[in-house]
C-alpha cells in the first residue's frame, strides 16, 4: 500500500524555524515523477508552497516562500523535506505532502495523486 507519512509540524514564533519530512512507504518516491509540499489555512484554498523533481532534483516554490523554504530528497531515506526558515504568521496552515506520476505544473494540487496526512504548522507573532 502507497502511504507518505508527514512529520515534523508544530507552534513556532515568528522568525523560526522547521523541518517538515515526508517518508514514503509502499514505493519508491522516485518512481513518481514529482513530489510537492502543499499547505491550507482554514477558509483559504490549498496552495502549492514547493515541489521537486525527482529525477533531476529541479526545484519549484511559489513566490510567498522563496529564499526562506527549501526542498529536499534524500533517496536512501526514501524521505522528502521541507527546511522552513524565517518563518511568518501568514506561513499558520496544515502542510501536505503529495506524490505524482504525470504531473506538468509541479504547484497545481489537481496533479498530485498520492496525499500525506498532514501536518499543522503554527507561527505566532
Known amino acids: 500500500q502507497e502511504e507518505l507519512v508527514e512529520s515534523g509540524g508544530g507552534s513556532v514564533q515568528a522568525g523560526g524555524s522547521l523541518r517538515l519530512s515526508c517518508a514514503a512507504s509502499g514505493y519508491t518516491y522516485s518512481s513518481k515523477n514529482y513530489m510537492g509540499w502543499f499547505r491550507q489555512a482554514p477558509g483559504k484554498e490549498r496552495e502549492g508552497v514547493a515541489a521537486?523533481?525527482?529525477?533531476?532534483?529541479?526545484?519549484y516554490y511559489a513566490d510567498s516562500v522563496k529564499g526562506r523554504f527549501t526542498i529536499s530528497r534524500d533517496s536512501a531515506k526514501n524521505t522528502v523535506y521541507l527546511e522552513m526558515n524565517s518563518l511568518k504568521p501568514e506561513d499558520t496552515a496544515m502542510y501536505y505532502c503529495?506524490?505524482?506520476?504525470?504531473?506538468?505544473?509541479?504547484?497545481?494540487?489537481?496533479?498530485?495523486?498520492?496525499w500525506g496526512q498532514g501536518t499543522q504548522v503554527t507561527v505566532s507573532s
Open positions: 521537486i523533481y525527482t529525477g533531476g532534483g529541479r526545484t
Open positions: 503529495a506524490a505524482g506520476d504525470r504531473v506538468v505544473f509541479p504547484l497545481r494540487s489537481q496533479q498530485y495523486t498520492n
